[in-house]
């Protein structure tokens, strides 16, 4: 496993293996990882001939109050998780992605706007900007992401096929503490009681799936009831409860075809996300 | 020579091209293609193996009161001149460059706003947007530009920095007519009078340059000779004179380093640009 840190030297490596005909599968993470990222390193192990991690808090992401700072960090303990997994783990000083002048961002409009857009402005332009980057730098064949994330799934999708970047975007399921919570690098911020209450995502998604399950389909009557459900958790402060469809992330009133409900919820100053697909029959 | 109106048969031609090691060359162009665009093609031809040539008028680069519709076309023209020079014509209807719900955009902030892009609101996402898209698509060694569309040059070497893609960005000279006009398809749209008139922009620049070269800086003293100058043209109204750094493209007071001309000028109701060097020694 080689530990690279320029644009230049992580090309010139990869440029060989293509030139083999290696396949190349990248995972692009933000470091401080789990077992959510390292399923998607195992998947990249079993479909590739190359595994490329990148390990890059990306710093335009981030708003001016949000956690840029003291976002984790580990790098050690990331390289000991990624041994015999990854190949070549790029981990690029900021520098090395963002001259001094940069001032190109990739905004996929719409989408960008709504749902954790809403309270993270910017926040999926800094996302389709990095990951059009970083494709570009490692022009990979297959590129993984966790359905944690479902808009920024959505965003990346959404910018690949726009901008007809040649990648397949792979998708893997949310990976889950033993009581449910979705394992994020942000739990680490979690007191021992939030980290207890924070189980109420988990829950409250069980519960709507429950219901969509016995027949319940109008989403503003399961919307209340999850109001109901949370507000028994004193740290959890709701952030936005919505139900979209599946593939186009437009609202839906009513479950009659498959959408996905998308949670946001501070527990605490912690703000988590989760979510879960909701079957309509 | 063969014409291709789909991404996925020229990513299957050049995906050929590429695994046997040719180098490929991209000129793309909105067609009527004059002598301007031939010279970027022929450049194309000497440095590479391979030379794709895109004609694609671009939507999304022009405003809604602008001339998308009355844009001069001519496909079999275009092909008959590009015979014995281009290998691959990629010509694709513009629904397969933009879906239905299409809404990534690539944005070079502040550079876009200035100078063409203050009459033109939108037109440099446009272009970055279609450029980006058309990279991804081609993946070319070298892409080939004209110095006449000085700006749409500086955003796109821009773009392409920031973004990371791997393409060398050459850029050539204006070609001319011989009374010193530049080339460009608008100019069909010239009553023959309105283009005799419109040599007043090569003439005012030969005039600045003449005017620099014996010891004048000061571009305001520069730009007021300019306005007296093109005011003796009847048909000639000026959008824009602009003194701006060679590299950066941000405005210089004084020629005392190497700078750009950057002209707009009405002729009648067609806009039309120039630019030169200004040699600060």
Do not use: W
């Not at 001259?99 to 996302?127: I, K, M, N, Q």
Request: proline share 5%.
């Amino acid at each position: 496993m080689k530990l690279i840190t320029t644009i230049a030297a992580l090309r010139l490596e990869l440029g060989r293996c293509r030139k083999r005909g290696r396949r190349i599968g990248f995972v692009p993470t933000m470091g401080f990882l789990h077992e959510g990222h390292l399923s998607l390193v195992r998947q990249a192990r079993k479909e590739n001939d190359v595994v490329v991690v990148s390990i890059f808090v990306n710093p335009i992401q981030f708003g001016p109050k949000e956690d840029f700072k003291t976002y984790p960090r580990d790098l050690k303990r990331d390289s000991g998780l990624l041994r015999g997994l990854a190949d070549f783990v790029f981990v690029p000083p900021a520098r090395e992605l963002y001259v001094a002048d940069f001032c190109t961002f990739v905004e996929v409009r719409g989408l960008s706007g709504e749902y954790c857009g809403r309270s993270r402005p910017g926040h999926f332009t800094g996302v389709a900007t990095v990951v059009a980057k970083l494709l570009n730098v490692v022009a990979p064949d297959v590129v993984y992401f966790g359905q944690k994330d479902a808009q920024q799934v959505a965003v990346i999708r959404k910018m690949a096929g726009d901008l007809n970047i040649p990648v397949c975007v792979k998708v893997m399921p949310t990976v889950r503490e033993p009581d449910g919570l979705a394992m994020s690098s942000r739990n680490t911020y979690l007191s021992p009681k939030e980290r207890q209450e924070a189980v109420v995502l988990f829950q409250a998604l069980k519960s709507a799936e429950h219901a969509v399950a016995t027949g319940l389909r109008d989403t503003q009557k399961i919307r209340g009831m999850l109001e109901d459900f949370i507000a028994h958790t004193p740290s959890a402060r709701i952030d936005y409860i919505e139900f979209v469809d599946k593939k186009t992330f437009e609202r839906v009133k009513t479950v009659d075809r498959d959408a996905l409900l998308l949670l946001a919820i501070y527990i605490g100053k912690t703000r988590l996300i989760d979510n879960v697909f909701l079957k309509a029959k």
